[in-house]
């Protein structure tokens, strides 16, 4: 006997036929001797509507209010998941994250979770009841309920699955398992066996939504192995694996891109020590990450002045102009330009620490289409380009081909 947790995202649980369908693969492992825990997501296009509700009431918004209402769609499902397994003669019943409870820490709307308390549910599941959790939501320290941030269902699966010492955390989604790319865009993609987690992680990290950037910290850190797989097809999916399970490693194992950035230029800023810190630190303390960020020439000799091109996400983007313009006169640039119109696409492979030439490719590739690029950032595993939105479907066709990935 095997404890799992399964994991359905928003497409699996899109309307009362999809829940009673996740049912009966539930029920399948029951009846296979399995204890089970189910996590499920809102219905898909729900949670959106939710966010545009809050945007509707109030763009200053508390984000306490904002967690109370966007955490509502989990609750619906995680009811009628519960309901549609006791219909098949399943002993089953729904959890909210304040109930079980799953803890996080106080950052409303982004809120990592901290522990999940389990001897209730652990014993529930000893006496044959399938626990079903819902996902992306919280307690926070301050009595109240938290989310996770977008996507943050599958961090919920994972911390569940880390917390009950599962023995998979099986993630089922609208895709069969993780692609060289999206399979949305590049119909070429080609499904992976395997995994790594690092692999996964700055996948994830750099766009590929197709599992939660923290959910795979979480698992790289438990060791819980995650399979992404398909709610719709019995198919194998995709491990996420150490690297030594990993026998031949392909030099790229991914391209994925994150259309979520916005680019901001100041132009002549003083080229002296302490601008940057003068110009970063104002946005860090208004909790605005920056990404992506490139100092270029200097305007003529002595002028001591130069431009600074950096990335922020586009949710973030009118704040960070806002405060870069109350402090003008003091960092004295000569004008502020703000693009929300670009995409940042990312080749992300171990190889790369062994081999030399994976970056020249990829200029290569985008030159030959005849793509301008604006920013380059790259980690040891990982090279991003910053280019124009317009650009996003023929560059990732293009890399995709150059690097050898598509199927045949
Ligand atoms: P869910 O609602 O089940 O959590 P998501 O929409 O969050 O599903 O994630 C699945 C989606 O991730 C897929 O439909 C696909 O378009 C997208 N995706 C992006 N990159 C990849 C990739 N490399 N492999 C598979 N899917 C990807
Ligand atoms: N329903 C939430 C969202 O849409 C969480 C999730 O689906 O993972 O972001
Ligand atoms: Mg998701």
Redesign the pocket.
């Known amino acids: 006997m095997a404890r799992i947790v399964q994991k359905?995202?928003?497409?699996?649980v899109a309307d009362v036929d999809r829940i009673k369908a996740v049912a009966r693969r539930v029920k399948a492992e029951v009846d296979a001797g399995n204890q089970v825990a189910v996590v499920v997501?809102a219905m898909?296009g729900v949670t959106n509507q939710l966010v545009a509700h809050v945007d509707g009431v109030s763009s200053l918004y508390d984000a306490r209010e904002y967690d109370v209402v966007v955490s509502s769609g989990e609750q619906v499902t995680s009811g009628l998941l519960a309901l549609a397994l006791q219909a098949l003669g399943v002993s089953a019943r729904s959890w909210l994250g304040w109930q079980i409870p799953v803890h996080t820490d106080g950052v409303h709307g982004k809120a990592r979770i901290e522990g999940i308390e389990n001897d209730e549910l652990s014993r529930r599941m000893d006496g044959g009841e399938v626990v079903v959790m819902a996902g992306f939501q919280g307690l926070g320290p301050d009595n109240r309920i938290t989310t996770l941030g977008r996507?943050g269902?599958?961090t919920s699966a994972v911390a569940l699955a880390a917390a009950l010492s599962a023995h998979r955390c099986d993630?089922?989604?609208?895709?069969d398992?993780?692609?060289?790319?999206?399979?949305?865009?590049v119909s070429k993609?080609r499904k992976l066996n395997k995994i790594t987690y690092e692999e996964m992680l700055e996948?994830a990290s750099v766009?590929?939504?197709?599992?939660?950037t923290r959910s795979v910290e979480m698992a790289m850190k438990h060791g819980v192995r995650v399979e992404?797989r398909s709610?719709f097809a019995d198919v194998r999916g995709t491990l996420v694996v150490d690297e030594d399970e990993i026998v031949e490693q392909e030099l790229v194992s991914?391209i994925?891109y994150s259309r979520d950035e916005a680019k901001i230029t100041l132009v002549q800023v003083a080229d002296r020590p302490g601008v940057a810190a003068s110009i970063f630190g104002p946005l860090s303390e208004a909790s605005i990450n920056v990404d992506m960020i490139v100092q270029n020439v200097s305007h003529g000799s002595g002028s001591a002045r130069t431009d600074l091109t950096f990335t922020v996400a586009k949710t973030d983007l009118s704040r960070a102009v806002a405060t870069l313009e109350e402090r003008r006169d003091d960092l004295g640039f000569t004008a502020l330009t703000a693009d929300p119109d670009v995409v940042k696409i990312s080749v992300i492979g171990v190889g790369m620490r062994s081999h030399a030439g994976v970056a020249q490719r990829m200029f290569q590739c985008l030159a030959d289409k005849g793509i301008n690029i604006q920013v380059i950032s790259t980690s040891e595993i990982k090279v991003s380009v910053l280019v124009a939105e317009e650009y996003t479907e023929l560059a990732l066709r293009a890399l995709h081909t150059a690097y050898g990935l598509d199927t045949e």
Do not use: E, H, N, W
Request: net charge negative.
């Open positions: 359905f995202g928003g497409t699996s997501s898909s996507g269902s599958d993630i089922y989604t609208d895709v398992g993780v692609y060289t790319t999206d399979p949305r865009i993609a996948m766009g590929a939504k197709v599992l939660q992404v709610s991914g994925a």
